[in-house]
């Protein structure tokens, strides 16, 4: 958003979040320009008291048009990867730290997915506060660097830092969470192992941070 400052989300945020409550406020949310050009808001969805909440980068083109997170392929993948680990995957919060879907069209006419600006996740960031208050998890799973940066910063890289325990920090963006996570945990997004050449390898080392991040749960 060059030369013009977002709002942020917090306005758009209910006093009292719950489920019927996030998925109006984040349809209706014009924190940032994304909504323009977005089909739906797309909150998080899964249990209100889940103990794991993950949490990507922003919803892509089948998330857009069906309002809900995590259901194209990437999200499908998710659910193999949970499984695998020994985590069912209908007892996990999934959620994005940005709710719009940023695109441009490709020569072919389609939406292609735009990764969103430090703006864009800034001004998301009262949602995912929001989340974590209202799920209150006991750990949290970021997929990929966007999730990653939206809670430790601009300098946190996954290639350094990925599938180790983290201390959930004091605050995200100057919010502070009511009853924070125990911890947390990065690792790649599902999109990027559909993406890779080396499929398969990548599938693995998922599991493995996700067979870690189920090893910290407190059954």
Known sequence: ??????????????????PQRLRAGVDQCRGCELYENATHGVPGRGPRDAPLMVVGEQPGDQEDKAGEAFVGPAGKLLDRALAAAGIDPESV?????????????????????????RTHVAACGPWLVAEL???QPQG??????????????????????????????????GSSVVQPPDWA?????????????????????LVEDLERAAGLLIP
């Open 140 to 173: 949290v799973v970021l997929l990929g660097a966007t999730a990653a940066q939206s809670v430790y910063g601009s300098d946190f890289r996954i290639t350094e830092s990925r599938g180790v325990r983290l201390d959930w920090p004091d605050e995200i963006r």
């Open 93 to 117: 919060y999934r959620t994005n730290a940005v709710k719009h879907f940023r695109w441009e069209r490709g020569r072919r006419g389609n939406r292609l997915h735009k990764g969103p600006t």
């Open 1 to 18: 958003m060059a030369g013009k400052q977002a709002p942020g989300a917090q306005r758009w945020v209910p006093d009292r979040v719950t």
């Open 133 to 135: 208050d209202m799920v």
């Open 185 to 205: 945990l990065a690792t790649m997004h599902p999109s990027a192992v559909l993406r890779s050449r080396q499929r398969e390898d990548d599938l693995a080392r």
